[in-house]
């Protein structure tokens, strides 16, 4: 039985290679290649997006006449996923790169600039040192204290480590617990320092703030309440003026009442008044005397009374007081009107009365 995978092929002892017939291919043949695209691009007629890692059945062709340090540069054809637009790139040996060539463009990679920064400066400083052996010495003691730099951070960052490594469990957890206690006690004074700022509504120094509609609504009901006090005030004086007025005006007619009265009346009233009654006669030396006789007045009446002789004793006077009531008392039994035009004039009061009711209590 023979073997179902043959690997190898029999040639006949008189097999000879060279009568083999060679066919004749182009230089510029393309070869069919499926690859994967290695950045993000897009396409310049449809505008559409493809990423990087997108697969593609390309043709691959060697570009005629370029090459860099002996390395032939490639070509690749491939076509656009959306709109079959053909696309072309080449190989860069020079950056192990690729480069479009037709069709669509690269996208912005924001850590190929960074990586030019570097290519850029490394190659200005070789173009520096070409001609200049001082330059390149300065370049290599930079490099040199730039390296011992690093060496002395190194040599601390490892001291740092065994020292922490001798750090055992518990002092770590002292240490943690001190940190918290302190962080603690900072927190607790300053939320008393705060405290004491703060000004609460039963303290001393407590400012109630308004807000805008609230002091407005204070103001206007401010206005209110004095608008309503001076209203009052008004009314209360208008009161008061007209109280006093009506005062006034009965004060007036009740005086020119009484003088209406007086003129009417005379002397004949006041007469009656001084005249001692029948009861009064009878019951003397008791208290209630002269209220009996000044209980039948009708009205209040001035009294004519001649006026005092001037004398220089007390005795005198009585007399005199005496004969003009008498003379009052007689006219008015005889109905005659008292004249007091001449040198007597008219008094108000109760000093000639008591006076005359004193000599007949005395009699």
Request: hydrophobic fraction near 30%; charged fraction near 35%.
């Amino acid at each position: 039985m023979g073997e179902r995978k043959v690997l190898n092929k029999y040639y006949p002892p008189d097999f000879d290679p060279s009568k083999i017939p060679r066919r004749r291919q182009p230089k510029n043949q393309q070869i069919k290649v499926r690859m994967m695209l290695p950045m993000s691009i897009r396409c310049n007629t449809c505008g559409n997006y493809i990423y990087k890692g997108t697969k593609f059945n390309s043709r691959k062709e060697d570009v005629v006449g370029e090459t860099y340090l002996g390395i032939q540069i490639l070509r690749f054809y491939f076509k656009c996923s959306r709109c079959s637009a053909e696309l072309t790139m080449k190989t860069d040996p020079q950056n192990s790169d690729y480069v479009m060539e037709t069709g669509a463009t690269r996208n912005f990679e924001p850590w190929r600039a960074a990586d030019e920064a570097v290519d850029d400066a490394k190659k200005k400083r070789e173009t520096e040192e070409l001609g200049d052996a001082m330059k390149a010495l300065e370049n290599r003691t930079m490099d040199s204290k730039q390296e011992m730099d690093i060496l002395a951070a190194l040599d601390e960052m490892k001291s740092m480590r065994a020292r922490h490594a001798t750090v055992g469990t518990t002092e770590m957890l002292e240490a943690l617990k001190r940190t918290a206690e302190s962080k603690d006690k900072q927190l607790e004074e300053e939320d008393e320092a705060l405290l004491r700022t703060v000004v609460f509504q039963n303290s001393s120094n407590f400012v109630r703030r308004l807000a805008d509609d609230e002091l407005e609504d204070d103001l206007d009901e401010e206005e209110e309440e004095e608008d309503l006090q001076h209203q009052e005030r008004k009314r209360r004086k208008g009161e008061s003026a007209a109280k006093n007025e009506n005062n006034v005006a009965n004060s007036s007619a009740v005086s020119e009442r009484s003088q209406e009265n007086g003129q009417e009346k005379g002397p004949s009233d006041a007469s009656k008044i001084l005249e001692p009654s029948s009861e009064s006669q009878s019951v003397k030396g008791k208290a209630n005397e002269p209220k009996a006789a000044f209980g039948i007045r009708p009205n209040p009446v001035k009294f004519a009374v001649k006026p005092k002789a001037k004398a220089t004793g007390n005795a005198p006077q009585e007399n005199g007081d005496r004969s003009s009531a008498e003379a009052l008392d007689s006219q008015s039994k005889n109905g005659e009107k008292v004249d007091t035009s001449g040198d007597a004039n008219p008094t108000l009061g109760l000093s000639s009365l008591c006076s005359a009711y004193d000599t007949s209590d005395s009699e």
